[in-house]
C-alpha cells in the first residue's frame, strides 16, 4: 500500500559525504514519523536515525551521532539523511521506513511497517 523509494546511495571515500532520500507514495493514518536502518552481511538490521512527522524529534543511533542528520519535507513525504564523516563501519545497505508509535519506537524494527528496497553505501579507506 505504501511504496518507499530510496536515492543516493553510492560510493565515497571515508572522511566524505553522502545525502540520502526516501519518498513515500503516501502516508497513513498510523504512520508517526519515518527511519532509517542499514544492514550489513551477518547482521541485524539496525536503528540509525528517526524522525516524527509531527513535531520533527530526531533520534540517532550513538555510532552516528553528531555526523548523520535526518530532516524531513512534509509536503513531500520525503525524508533525508545526511552523512558526514563518513568511515568504513558506515558500509552497508541503507533502508527506510515508516514508524508507528509506541515507548521507544524510533529505534524498534517492530514498530515499521513499510519498508524501502534499500540503497548501497560503501566507504571506502
Known amino acids: 500500500q505504501v511504496q518507499l523509494v530510496e536515492s543516493g546511495g553510492g560510493w565515497v571515500q571515508a572522511g566524505g559525504s553522502l545525502s540520502l532520500s526516501c519518498a513515500a507514495s503516501?502516508?497513513?493514518?498510523?504512520?508517526?514519523?519515518m527511519g532509517w536502518f542499514r544492514q550489513t552481511p551477518g547482521k541485524e538490521r539496525e536503528f540509525v536515525a528517526a524522525?516524527?512527522?509531527?513535531?520533527?524529534?530526531?533520534y540517532y543511533a550513538d555510532s552516528v551521532k553528531g555526523r548523520f542528520t535526518i530532516s524531513r519535507d512534509n509536503a513531500k513525504n520525503t525524508v533525508y539523511l545526511q552523512m558526514n564523516r563518513l568511515k568504513r563501519e558506515d558500509t552497508a545497505v541503507y533502508y527506510c521506513?515508516?514508524?508507528?508509535?509506541?515507548?521507544?519506537?524510533?529505534?524498534?524494527?517492530?514498530?515499521?511497517?513499510?519498508w524501502g528496497q534499500g540503497t548501497q553505501v560503501t566507504v571506502s579507506s
Open positions: 524522525i516524527a512527522w509531527s513535531n520533527g524529534l530526531t
Open positions: 503516501r502516508r497513513t493514518l498510523r504512520t508517526y514519523g
Open positions: 521506513a515508516t514508524g508507528r508509535y509506541g515507548s521507544g519506537w524510533y529505534a524498534d524494527k517492530r514498530m515499521y511497517d513499510y
